[in-house]
């Protein structure tokens, strides 16, 4: 079967680490060797700046900080991790990816996106996912879903965001997906956790089949 880098993306509380472990689940039960990843994070090193990135005060670091530090986590991420994967011709899924960026410190933080793409490019080799799943949920929900699930955890820093903050969010990866609507899927995250595993499954399996 064909190696896949599949990435997810969307709010906060859309769902996606669920559809992720569904997902990879499904693959697996069909043949596939599938590794689940997310970010910032994915490897001891990049995990270390992740803590940096989601705890403490939500003006912390500014967007450029923020892009470096992401950048950092990305590129042992992708080194480490991604592409020994990719290069056995494996699949790996993922939590957030470089759409993430071009949404948080791009299009809402206002960082250039041709910025971004090009520090992108200089980090990961130009790695980019064959297929993007956006989770296509009203913020005021994903946040209620986000803060009920918090619990003690520590890693606030964006859910404690404004509520225009998130909305904002919202309308960019909404804008990135109808700009790149090849590669960036949107699924209606008003659904039940199984009926979205469905529809990823579908847009997924469509994908693997007209690569073979």
């Not at 997902?23 to 803590?51: H, Y």
């Not at 793409?117 to 879903?145: A, K, S, Y």
């Amino acid at each position: 079967m064909a190696k896949l880098f599949v990435t997810f993306e969307g709010g906060e509380g859309a769902g996606k680490s669920t559809q992720v472990a569904r997902l990879a689940e499904r693959m697996r039960s069909n043949g596939q060797i599938v590794t689940t990843t997310r970010e910032p994070g994915g490897t001891t090193g990049a995990e270390a700046i992740r803590a940096l990135l989601v705890n403490g005060a939500t003006d912390r670091w500014d967007a450029l900080t923020e892009l470096h530090l992401i950048n950092a986590a990305r590129r042992d991420h992708v080194q480490r991790l991604i592409c020994p994967i990719l290069e056995r011709g494996d699949v790996v899924i993922c939590d957030r990816f470089i759409d993430s960026t071009r949404v948080y410190q791009g299009i809402v933080k206002g960082l250039d996106d041709a910025l971004i793409c090009r520090h992108h490019q200089d980090t990961t080799n130009n790695l980019w996912p064959d297929l993007t799943v956006f989770i296509d949920l009203d913020p005021e929900i994903g946040m209620v879903r986000a803060l009920g699930r918090s619990g003690a955890s520590t890693e606030m820093r964006f859910e404690n965001e404004t509520l225009s903050f998130h909305h904002k969010i919202y309308f960019g990866f909404q804008k990135l997906q109808r700009a790149e609507h090849q590669r960036i899927i949107a699924i209606d995250g008003n659904q039940s956790a199984e009926s979205v595993a469905e529809a990823v499954w579908a847009v997924v399996s469509s994908r693997l089949n007209a690569d073979v």
